[in-house]
């Protein structure tokens, strides 16, 4: 219990010291958001409309420690402001009709990924020096440092353009309306493939190896070789004996990894236009939209946080080891 | 403890080869629409290159409105289009301006209305226009709008603006009956739009995707051939412009790189492009404030340094053409002197002329083969575009190789565009690429570019005239030209302007702004084209209606 008390109190720190720098960033950009749209209309806006636009807007020319405190403030009670670029609906409401989708892509990769590439990891680990040992990592590694928007851009063209097997682009067909059916969820899954398999192959070596390594370090324990020595199947001494106890820092990275799920498709959702809120931080930076930037921000701040901290918890229950400090 | 987690994960472990048969189950199904539709009932699809994601906002007064709002569901009094130089009668189906300058008259079109059954009148234009200068600002010259009858609105001005004309016709009239009911019409959604459009009723909003479905109650009902309007949602031009080499879209108004062979090489006989250089134009914007950019000669010869030829083939993709030394976009082609065009030089590449300016400006050409300032100092400068905008960034470094062959050294700066217009709205830059004012009389460029209203000292925010030059002769030619809405006697103002313009240099007029359009007949014909310009292929444009209501499905 003091353990995660004392954790708590990190935990509160850190997600002071990221909402103050989330303030802050943004106000040190240059320009602002009015003058910013204005030159991205270029001829179709009269200067005239600007300060307008600024008091529709809402930009407030307080003082910066009292717009710090009401920030503050309002962090605490959810309230987000007005979206400056998709004026005028709330950020709240802007994040909430995307985030879904976010979770949706995010999840499935990294639940792909994870799974498979601590499975692999283990079965490279276990037959050490084996085909899959020797041909795998390296081959995962080379896919996986390739760019990104690269590798997207390509898997697009050849399994999207040129053999057609998938939809380009978007969460479902045009035209389809959202519902609980077979046909829609279907369609939905459909899109999801090209996205989620580009980033699952980015990110499956990481998982992969980091198991395969720790792995081996724990076959190479005493109580292997005793477990070994009784006789037991190789299968149980692989995953109860071995993959159990070198599991643990995989659930780390796990856990950051889920903190990142909101934020970390950005490029996914730009390259296959799903509609996520990775493309909307890029759409609020460039907009300088600081109320979305902000709400985002916060949103991927809390998950990592919460996500952090929750495998703290768990960490906890798994290793005892932690506790005794 | 952790036995039930290792359960757990395998059980996960478990589900995966589920997924992924679900997920190649998933690909059968994954077959997009891109087969040509010919029932009659196929929607004119259209991307939006710069929306990642569709919010259901069709308030015509917000900035961030939904794509198509001010194009297809809210009309204006007329039309213009810049690609002929017309005016097409819509809302009203005349005008006139009083003798003295101070008043103009609309008649409006009767028998037109609301998508919501109820009429038209001109008590909804003269509701438009307070609300409209109250939310967004502008009309500074409008006294007051009056419904004289019915049929008849009034604006009366405080003081002779000629360009006002075409200001007001083109504002987009909303229905009293229903705003009149709106709390805060800033911050409204209008989610159910009413409009006198050819295409009102929102149908299956998503946020990737919308549609807009015929307005029942059209005034034009044998122009509303096509059964609707599908818009698509893309966080780039990549995704636009794939969209459209894979024939999914009808109608491709963004910048496709390499047009022939991206887009219509894989089916010349059906895709076409036109992209008439009616766009603002673009100029090298040298702040006049520093030396040696207040010495006209300099920036004449800096101009005559540079090849626009190769800056259009390379830079723009060869989609415009090269400015000549009015200045004026291809947009006011029915304005331009031709006589002025041929005599002046500054815009036409002559390295070796630029060079011998040069000299006779006070600007050597030292030993080690870059020039000096006559206080000895390098003559060495930046030219500031935002990074993003790859095409502007190309031409700076066009522009800066052709002036290092003349010994001047131009450095091209590119952070983000919020740091490089802070720096021209401030003063603080050296040189830039800039768009200009754009309207449908040469007289918002010349104001913009030389008339004094617009310049501020540097330090003080500015919002045009970013290169900070003015000569009150200019503003006295303005004025005569606001104050008289004779033709003849604009068109003699618009040539001073322009002989202007010619001796001055305020800005290094580049190229006309290109209105990207492309387009496939494959599912819908009566595309405007360079033979038959009855509006741009923008979609953003108020032409677009004209496209709107031209175009005919194929069949059969």
């Known amino acids: 219990m003091r353990f995660i008390l004392r954790n708590l109190g990190f935990y509160l720190i850190a997600f002071w010291t990221s909402i103050t720098l989330n303030f802050l960033l943004p106000r040190f950009m240059p320009g602002d958001p009015v003058s910013r749209m204005f030159s991205q209309a270029q001829d179709q806006m009269r200067p005239e409309q600007m300060d307008e636009l600024r008091r529709l807007f809402g930009l407030d020319d307080r003082p910066l420690w009292e717009q710090y405190l009401s920030y503050v403030g309002n962090v605490f009670t959810g309230e987000m402001g007005t979206s400056i670029s998709r004026f005028p609906t709330p950020v709240s409401e802007v994040i909430g009709s995307q985030i879904g989708w976010t979770l949706l892509l995010g999840a499935t990769a990294l639940l792909i990924a994870v799974v498979v590439g601590n499975l692999l990891g283990v079965l490279a680990a276990w037959r050490r020096g084996g085909p899959l040992d020797s041909a795998l990592p390296p081959l995962l590694v080379f896919v996986g440092s390739f760019p990104y928007f690269w590798l997207a851009m390509g898997a697009l063209y050849l399994f999207g353009v040129t053999l057609g097997w998938f939809p380009l682009r978007h969460a479902f067909d045009v035209g389809l309306t959202p519902e609980f059916s077979w046909p829609f969820l279907s369609n939905v899954a459909s899109h999801l493939v090209l996205p989620a398999l580009t980033i699952v192959l980015v990110t499956i070596g990481g998982w992969m190896l980091g198991m395969r ?46 903190g990142f799920v909101v934020g970390g498709a950005l490029l996914t959702e730009v390259v296959f236009a799903y509609p996520g809120v990775g ?27 919460v996500a952090n901290f929750v495998v703290d918890i768990i960490y906890v229950r798994l290793d005892p080891r932690v506790r005794a400090r | 403890m952790a036995p039930s987690l290792f359960g757990r994960r395998r059980r996960v472990a478990a589900a995966v080869p589920l997924a992924v048969a679900l997920l190649l189950t998933g690909c059968s199904g994954a077959a997009s629409s891109g087969a040509a539709d010919a029932s009659g009932d196929q929607l004119l699809t259209i991307p939006r290159e710069d929306m990642g994601t569709f919010t259901r906002n069709f308030n015509p007064f917000s900035p961030n409105v939904a794509p198509m709002t001010q194009q297809a569901i809210y009309e204006p009094m007329f039309v213009y289009n810049p690609a002929d130089g017309s005016t097409t009668p819509w809302l009203a189906t005349e005008w006139t301006t009083a003798e003295d300058g101070l008043s103009v008259t609309f008649t409006l079109r009767s028998g037109v209305r609301w998508s919501d059954g109820e009429p038209f009148t001109a008590e909804d234009v003269a509701f438009t226009f307070p609300l409209q200068k109250e939310l967004l600002g502008g009309y500074e010259y409008l006294e007051s709008v009056e419904a004289t009858d019915e049929r008849t609105v009034t604006f009366t001005l405080n003081r002779p603006f000629s360009p006002a004309l075409f200001e007001l016709g083109k504002q987009v009239i909303i229905p009293r009956h229903v705003w009149e009911d709106v709390a805060d019409p800033a911050k409204d959604t209008n989610p159910e739009p009413v409009g006198t459009g050819p295409y009102t009723e929102v149908a299956n909003f998503q946020s990737q995707s919308f549609e807009l479905m015929p307005n029942p109650n059209y005034w034009q009902p044998e122009k509303q051939r096509i059964a609707g309007i599908r818009m698509l949602a893309f966080a780039g031009n990549t995704g636009a412009n794939l969209a459209a080499t894979n024939g999914e879209v009808d109608w491709a108004p963004q910048f496709i790189p390499n047009i022939q062979e991206s887009y219509v090489a894989h089916d010349p006989e059906h895709r076409h492009y036109w992209f008439p250089p009616t766009g603002a134009m673009i100029n090298w914007h040298m702040n006049t404030t520093k030396a040696p950019f207040d010495d006209p000669a300099v920036r004449k010869a800096l101009s005559q340094a540079i090849d626009r030829e190769t800056i259009v083939e390379v830079g723009m993709n060869g989609y415009t053409e090269p400015a000549d030394c009015t200045g004026l976009s291809g947009g006011y082609e029915l304005w331009r002197d031709q006589s002025l065009v041929d005599s002046c030089d500054w815009t036409t590449f002559d390295a070796e002329a630029a060079g011998k300016a040069l000299d006779e400006a006070g600007y050597p050409m030292g030993p080690d083969g870059t020039r000096t300032m006559p206080n000895g100092e390098p003559f060495a400068f930046d030219i500031s575009v935002g990074s993003s905008s790859s095409d502007w960034l190309s031409v700076a470094n066009i522009i800066s190789q052709n002036l290092a062959e003349i010994g001047v050294t131009a450095n091209v700066d590119s952070p983000d565009w919020p740091a490089v217009s802070a720096d021209y709205e401030n003063g603080t830059f050296d040189t830039g690429i800039v768009w200009s004012g754009n309207g449908p009389t040469p007289y918002e460029f010349y104001r913009d570019s030389m008339g004094t ?26 004025a005569q030209f606001a104050a008289t809405s004779d033709e ?9 302007l322009q002989a202007l313009f010619a001796e001055h240099a305020p800005v290094v007029p580049l190229f006309p702004g290109p209105e990207w359009g492309a387009y496939t007949d494959v599912r819908f014909t009566g595309w405007p084209t360079a033979e038959n310009p009855y509006a741009t292929l923008s979609a953003r444009a108020s032409t677009t209606v004209l496209v709107l209501t031209s175009l005919t499905p194929v069949t059969g």
């Open chain 1, 213 to 258: 390594n720790t792995m081996i370090a724990t076959v190479a324990e005493d109580y292997i070789t005793m477990a070994e020595a009784k006789g037991l199947r190789p299968g149980r001494i692989m995953f109860r004996y071995a993959a159990r106890n070198a599991l643990l820092p995989s659930v780390t990275n796990f856990g950051m990894a889920l």
């Open chain 2, 453 to 478: 209203e617009r310049v501020k000292p540097v330090g003080e925010r500015a919002l045009e005239n970013y290169h900070r030059y003015g000569t009150e002769e200019a503003d006295r030619l303005l």
């Open chain 2, 488 to 496: 003849a006697e604009q068109r003699a103002v618009v040539n001073d």
């Open chain 1, 279 to 305: 493309y909307q931080l890029l759409d609020a930076v460039q907009g300088l939209d600081y109320p979305l930037m902000q709400g985002i921000f916060l949103t991927i701040t809390a998950a990592v946080l």
